[in-house]
């Protein structure tokens, strides 16, 4: 029997892994999962690595190491997290060489959350990682705060592969979709070539409904309960299709540039009610990403239906919006909320690693 996870990539849709540790690697489950699965790229977030470095031992070595070479705790970090990517990313380098165009094989990793509304350090960091990592099938990800858009837009300019993430709303989507094709026309002004450069824009499905459904049901919206997420990705892409076939971007097309795909992100159902494959499944559809949690990806392989569905009922997608704007629920104010909770999402576990890092470096230094 075909594997479920593998078939959606007859509907040109690529799936990545939401997670990494160094156990996945260690026991050549991801290895497992690239052979098996069809898994074709990677993404992680402060919240995986924390997991990751504080739920065991595998990372004290490397940490006492750095610690007594006198390293601050966010180095110690990022330390660890560059080995990490590095590995990865040469686990995933025949992925990206099969492709002709670079589109898969990617590994992402992400500026410090602190950093989300400061568009000098974001981009001060981009271009340290990206240096640090040295791979050419890394991203960086940046989170689509209207601070950090310059940031994006003199990255892709830089050169460097952009992951832009805690997208929630459209007009931020096309704001970012500019960021990307501006820093392109900058880089091929200047005569740098731009058929090398991937971007992806992350846009962040679950937790939209999560906020929303409450309040549909307050409104006698009951019916669109899990409904508006999707009907969002599903106009942001019609945005993607537009754009990338518009006058402007096809001269950059003809330069070597490759459009910046969606990326569906926290995929996994939050409501027990629906379906824990729900927004895989409703969302497949040509040049998109999806990254999955472990535990998605392997219910999918269990009972997952791998359809293209991205294009169904665009009018019904149209209208699940008109009727909550109608309602008195402004999408934006929702977009803006979600994107603040995100960056906090992100700090509180972020600094939990800083501390669980210190907390180590201290041990450490205090046995030397």
Not at 17 to 26: A, N, S, T
Not at 172 to 183: K, T
Not at 227 to 234: D, F, N, P, R, T
Not at 247 to 274: C, H, I, M, V
């Amino acid at each position: 029997m075909e594997n479920n996870v593998k078939k959606i990539h007859d509907f040109d849709q690529s799936i990545w892994l939401d997670f990494i540790d160094r156990k996945i690697m260690d026991t050549g489950e991801l290895q497992k999962l690239i052979d098996e699965d069809g898994v074709r790229g990677l993404t992680s977030n402060p919240a995986i690595f924390e997991k990751a470095i504080s739920s065991g031992s595998d990372y004290d070595e490397d940490i006492k190491k750095l610690a007594q070479e006198g390293k601050s705790n966010e180095d110690i970090f990022y330390g660890v997290a560059i080995a990490d990517i590095q590995r990865a990313a040469d686990l995933f380098k025949p992925v990206y060489g099969e492709e002709i165009q670079g589109a898969d094989g990617y590994v992402s990793l992400e500026v410090s959350p602190h950093l989300a509304l400061n568009t000098d350090g974001t981009l001060q960091q981009a271009r340290t990682l990206w240096k640090a990592v040295d791979r050419n099938n890394v991203m960086i990800k940046i989170p689509g705060t209207a601070p950090c858009l310059p940031a994006i837009q003199q990255s892709i300019s830089d050169g460097i592969n952009i992951n832009v993430t805690l997208l929630f709303g459209l007009e931020r989507y096309e704001a970012v979709v500019n960021a990307y094709i501006s820093g392109l026309e900058e880089r091929a002004k200047a005569g740098q070539p731009i058929e090398q450069i991937a971007s992806v824009a992350s846009f962040f499905l679950s937790r939209i409904d999560v906020l929303l459904d409450p309040m549909l049901d307050e409104k006698g919206l009951g019916d669109l309960k899990g409904e508006v997420a999707i009907a969002l990705a599903k106009k942001a892409y019609e945005i993607y299709k537009r754009e990338f076939s518009s006058d402007r971007f096809k001269q950059l097309e003809a330069k070597g540039a490759k459009p910046q795909r969606l990326l569906w992100a926290s995929t996994s159902s939050k409501n027990p009610a629906f379906s824990d494959v729900k927004y895989v499944e409703a969302l497949i559809g040509p040049k998109t990403v999806d990254t999955i949690p472990m535990e998605t990806l392997e219910a999918f392989r269990d009972h997952g239906n791998a359809a293209s569905r991205l294009e169904d009922d665009l009018d019904k997608a149209t209208e699940t919006l008109e009727r909550v704007e109608q309602a008195g629920i402004s999408l934006k104010a929702i977009s803006q909320q979600l994107e603040d909770e995100g960056i906090e999402k992100f700090n509180k576990p972020y600094d939990k690693l800083l501390d669980a890092i210190n907390t180590q470096k201290e041990k450490s230094l205090a046995a030397a």
